[in-house]
């Protein structure tokens, strides 16, 4: 079945973003995946003579002849590129538009929808006359041996691409397989200098290589690509050393890579990867991910591709940018085709973040998911510290702003770390100046409107240094992150100001954490509550009723510290990360919060009516 109307030489889809985009993928043709899942019998039957494995051409009479064969499988847009940005557009909500062409028949028009479906911006794609790219991938025992069906394919030439398909974007993802169009590659590197982007190639396949070893020598050794990645048979390929085994051919391939772009990418299957940067001595290596059942590798290369751009968008360290494409690799063989599903991008979320994370993520997934990738990648770039909490009522003429400044500027002096807060006025914006006021770094998470505030508040923070959440769950999850001490040389508090309800939220879940060993089990983080003027002499009280009743247990508490001045705050810090302080003379009276509660639980609480309003108990 056709679409009904008959397009001009060329149509173009249209776009479903109108924001910028980050990444721009080039993919002159559409292809679509015909996915069966076989046995080793069926395998033999449907191939004949033929090799089990690799990639062949085939017609379009042999495709349908195939599946009428095979009787069942499932269709998924495919292709390199398709799949890489697909991964991070819908799973690490990048910006990205994907240029090329489609068939004028029904599987391009899945493909465009499948696209758009992901977030993809489509409004480059061209539509040709002609069939859309097809190709039958037969899975058997998690091994691929696919059959392609391209040669009458509607297909993007050099002379259709412009400058103006690459407005605005950072980066072009270019695939090897760009090589069967005629100048075609070379063309879209030019366009993108001229554009001032930077560009990754992806080597596609050894018969790539084995077939335009010459032409990609001179495209790599031109300088222009800046990021390239392959696997260990296209290195091997690349290089050809007889009488080396495939990890030596693989850090040479390497050697050569890096020499020549910015940075350099084999991956070695269920052995992980290897990575370098230009310039660097050393070779950064990153296992494969642990306890993964493959059922189909189809798409680990270009979801592994995934997982490192976004890394490397975020300027995470290559260590980390090599994890994510791991993650992102081996979240993807577990499912049958190239696109990921909700439970494949929730492992790779737990596994990336852990449990802490995991738990915000509940209803509107996909949102609260990128929302949390938003604010790790700035936690990444800004580094933990210190997390203050408190009111944001609370302004200048309150006697608690003064002290809020003062100790947010020596914490900063003394730990030299980033300060972190919720980014909202009060007592954050406080603590944010007395850091800011020495030039020390700082960021904030804010949320769209804080208590006591009836519109979003300017921010004092410079513009790359915060994240807006919508979610609640975001913000609170991505705060407590600030103050993970994730290695010893770490030095990190969480510190509350007197505060409201929200601040009392925020401490009884570290609370929570560190009791359920969630949060602090492996390196100890310092929880000190300000109790300025006795703020905090209440909440004692009423944790010594909950110890009486045995709802809590005293040694459930011993971690949080009770100070009543900056100085004993400070005091705290040092005697915790063992730094020098210099002698201020002064009688202090810092406590855990156990001992105050062994002291004072067994005083009279106040009397209540049994029906009064909460208002009325506290007049």
């Known amino acids: 079945m056709n679409e009904k109307a008959s397009p001009a030489a060329f149509d173009v889809e249209e776009n479903n973003s109108n924001q910028p985009p980050e990444v721009i993928a080039l993919q002159p043709l559409a292809v679509v995946d015909h996915l069966c899942s076989v046995t080793e019998e069926t395998l033999k039957s449907v191939l004949a003579q033929e090799e089990i494995g690799g990639s062949r051409r085939i017609s379009q009479q042999q495709v349908q002849d195939m599946l009428a064969q095979i009787g069942e499988f499932h269709s998924k847009a495919g292709g390199s590129n398709a799949n890489t940005i697909r991964g ?84 072009l993802l270019l695939s090897g397989y760009c090589f069967y169009g005629k100048h075609l590659l070379q063309r879209a590197i030019e366009l993108a200098a001229e554009a001032k982007m930077k560009v990754a190639l992806d080597l596609a396949s050894f018969e790539v290589v084995q077939s335009f070893k010459q032409e990609l020598k001179d495209v790599l050794e031109s300088g222009r690509v800046h990021c390239c990645f392959c696997n260990e048979d296209e290195a091997a390929e690349l290089i050809h050393e007889e009488g080396q085994g495939s990890r030596a051919q693989s850090e040479e391939a390497l050697a050569y890579l890096s020499q020549h772009c910015e940075l350099a990418v084999v991956t070695l299957g269920d052995k992980g990867c290897i990575a370098k940067r230009k310039g660097d001595q050393e070779t950064v290596q990153e296992p494969a991910c642990s306890g993964v059942t493959v059922t189909d590798a189809t798409g680990a290369g270009d979801l592994f591709a995934s997982g490192f751009l976004y890394g490397m968008l975020r300027q995470y360290s290559l260590q980390k940018c090599c994890r994510m494409g791991c993650l992102a690799g081996g979240a993807i063989v577990q499912t049958l085709g190239a696109e ?97 006021s020495i030039k020390a770094a700082v960021g904030g998470i804010r949320i769209s409107r804080e208590a006591g505030t009836t519109v979003r508040t300017a921010s004092y923070l410079p513009a790359d240094c915060a994240v807006f959440c919508r979610f609640l769950s975001s913000r609170k999850v991505a705060l407590v992150d600030c103050g993970v001490r994730a290695k010893e040389s770490d030095q990190t508090a969480y510190i509350f100001l007197p505060g409201g309800l929200g601040t009392m939220d925020e401490l009884f879940e570290i609370m929570t954490l560190v009791q359920l060993k969630k949060l602090g089990s492996k390196l100890a983080v310092p929880l000190i509550l300000c109790n300025y003027d006795g703020f905090y002499d209440g909440l004692m009280n009423f944790l010594g009723a909950m110890v009486q009743n045995g709802t809590v247990g005293t040694p459930e508490l011993t971690d949080i510290m009770v100070a009543s001045s900056n100085e004993e705050v400070l005091d705290c810090l040092a005697s915790f990360y063992k730094l020098p302080r210099t002698s201020h003379g002064t009688q202090l009276t810092l406590h855990r919060a156990s001992s105050l509660i062994k002291r004072d639980s067994h005083k009279e609480l106040p009397e209540v009516g049994t029906m009064s309003r909460v208002n009325s108990a506290v007049a």
């Open 88 to 171: 991070l557009a819908a799973g690490f909500g990048v910006q990205c538009e994907l240029v090329g062409a489609r068939g004028y028949d029904e599987w391009g028009a899945m493909f465009a929808s499948s696209m758009k479906r992901s977030m993809v911006g489509i409004g480059k794609m061209r539509i040709h006359q002609g069939p859309t790219g097809r190709c039958v991938i037969l899975i058997c025992n998690g091994q691929r041996t696919m059959r392609t069906c391209l040669g009458e394919a509607a297909r993007m030439v050099a002379d259709d691409l412009s400058v103006q398909d690459f407005d605005g974007a950072k980066w």
């Open 340 to 436: 990921m599903t909700q439970a494949n991008w929730k492992w790779l979320f737990d596994r990336l973040h852990g449990a802490l994370a995991a738990s915000a993520v509940r209803d509107s997934a996909t949102a609260v998911h990128h929302e949390l990738l938003e604010c790790y990648a700035l936690i990444e770039k800004l580094g933990r510290g210190v997390v203050y909490y408190g009111s944001a009522r609370l302004k200048q003429d309150s006697p608690h702003w003064g002290r809020a400044v003062d100790l947010g500027q020596r914490v900063a002096e003394l730990l030299g770390c980033t300060t972190w807060s919720g980014g909202g006025p009060g007592m954050m914006e406080a603590a944010t100046a007395g850091a800011q």
